[in-house]
């Protein structure tokens, strides 16, 4: 076997093992599901059949296979029998799978691949000028909203946007875009746009879309580190740039270790208790015994010892503090209960009341009727 012969078979075997992209008639995605297509398509030999830049012949025209031109002629024509079996297989969505099943002529009555594929495009990106006008519109109101946002994530989907312009025949300059993205960004980065602003269309100092790109980055990352966030993924931000509502909070802050001085639990600060308002009637006994508490915890907690450990070494006065304070807390519980139980056995009193009432008149009917 040549070199050439060994070079083909294992360029067929690669071929065999490409993985057919499907499209479910999604218009969002028929963009990046073409360009896929298309990929696949250059290495089974079918992409310029697609694009226009080679035509099949008819499927009754005659063909020499010593001929050179008429070889080109054979291998369209298995192109487009690969492009237009692969287009079956790949459009599982019933809209466009009809619309690849209805692609044939006279020419071509088993199906034309370059028919097929212009009527795709048609369908799921026109470029007419009412979709023009809504794309145009779409990039305009395209605005980064919260700075939780990537900017970059943003700034690739205007890049797609001008492109798809472009292909309408309607340009934005690198400067317009520039401009749009500057103008449309939180207040976290107004301490940056007057030094973009003055570089675009700055010959001496010019800003470009690279530059902007990069500075950006640096910028969001900075935002990040200042609001002590590490991980971006953590975000769930909603399409209006809104994020629920403490969870913001709860993602900046740090975990507080130290012990709360209001109910004595880890966790929490004083000022965030969940008891605070239940023990506001103690007040003066949270206070009392503070400066000894204080002191067990500024001692014990930057060690990591645990709640047993501290009560074991602190002091005696912190301990009968704590020991108090739980004895506040079981009474208050207790008399809450009781107070609760106080008042369901005077509503079933008031319930048999009314019921003994009701059993006299009654009584007092039946005798009359006798």
């Known amino acids: 076997m040549s070199v050439r012969d060994h070079q083909e078979n294992e360029m067929s075997e690669d071929v065999k093992t490409i993985r057919i992209v499907?499209?479910?008639?999604?218009?969002?995605?028929?963009?990046?599901?073409?360009?896929?297509?298309?990929?696949?398509?250059?290495?089974?030999?079918?992409?310029?059949?697609?694009?226009?830049?080679?035509?099949?012949?008819?499927?009754?025209?005659?063909?020499?296979?010593?001929?050179?031109?008429?070889?080109?002629?054979?291998?369209?024509r298995e192109a487009?029998?690969?492009?237009?079996?692969?287009?079956?297989?790949?459009?599982?969505?019933?809209?466009?799978?009809?619309?690849v099943d209805e692609a044939y002529s006279d020419r071509l009555p088993k199906?034309?691949?370059?028919?097929?594929?212009?009527?795709?495009?048609?369908?799921?990106?026109?470029d007419t000028s009412a979709h023009k006008v809504k794309l145009k519109g779409r990039f305009t109101q395209n605005v980064l909203k919260h700075w939780k946002k990537d900017p970059d994530d943003w700034f690739t989907s205007l890049e797609t946007m001008r492109t798809r312009l472009y292909k309408m025949n309607h340009s934005i300059s690198d400067e317009d875009l520039m401009i749009h993205i500057v103008h449309n960004l939180p207040k976290e980065y107004d301490d940056c746009i007057m030094e973009w602003e003055r570089r675009i269309g700055n010959p001496r100092d010019p800003l470009t879309v690279d530059d902007l790109r990069d500075e950006l980055g640096l910028k969001y990352d900075m935002i990040l580190k200042r609001k002590n966030i590490r991980v971006?993924?953590?975000?769930?931000?909603?399409?209006?740039?809104?994020?629920?509502?403490?969870?913001?909070?709860?993602?900046?802050?740090k975990a507080y270790k130290g012990r709360c001085y209001n109910c004595g639990n880890f966790g929490h600060k004083k000022a965030n208790c969940p008891n605070k308002k239940k023990n506001q009637g103690t007040k003066n006994?949270?206070?009392?015994?503070?400066?000894?508490?204080?002191?067990?915890?500024?001692?014990h907690v930057a060690s990591g010892a645990t709640e047993k450990q501290i009560v074991g070494t602190t002091t005696k006065a912190t301990r009968q503090m704590l020991v108090k304070r739980l004895m506040t807390r079981t009474l208050s519980c207790s008399f809450s209960i009781v107070k609760q139980s106080r008042k369901f056995w005077?509503?079933?009193?008031?319930?048999?009341?009314?019921?003994?009432?009701?059993?006299?008149?009654?009584?007092k009917k039946i005798a009359k009727a006798m």
């Open 22 to 76: 499907t499209f479910h008639d999604d218009k969002a995605k028929f963009r990046m599901w073409a360009k896929k297509f298309i990929s696949a398509g250059a290495t089974r030999g079918y992409a310029d059949l697609l694009s226009g830049d080679v035509v099949a012949p008819a499927h009754d025209e005659e063909l020499d296979p010593d001929s050179e031109e008429d070889q080109m002629k054979i291998k369209a």
């Open 80 to 99: 487009n029998k690969k492009a237009y079996n692969d287009l079956i297989l790949a459009c599982e969505g019933e809209t466009s799978f009809n619309i």
């Open 111 to 126: 199906g034309d691949a370059r028919m097929a594929w212009e009527k795709l495009e048609r369908k799921f990106m026109p």
């Open 232 to 253: 971006k993924d953590e975000f769930d931000i909603s399409d209006d740039g809104s994020d629920e509502e403490g969870q913001e909070t709860a993602l900046i802050a």
């Open 285 to 299: 006994d949270n206070q009392c015994g503070g400066a000894a508490f204080q002191k067990a915890n500024a001692t």
């Open 346 to 363: 005077k509503n079933v009193r008031n319930t048999l009341s009314k019921r003994r009432l009701e059993m006299k008149r009654l009584m």
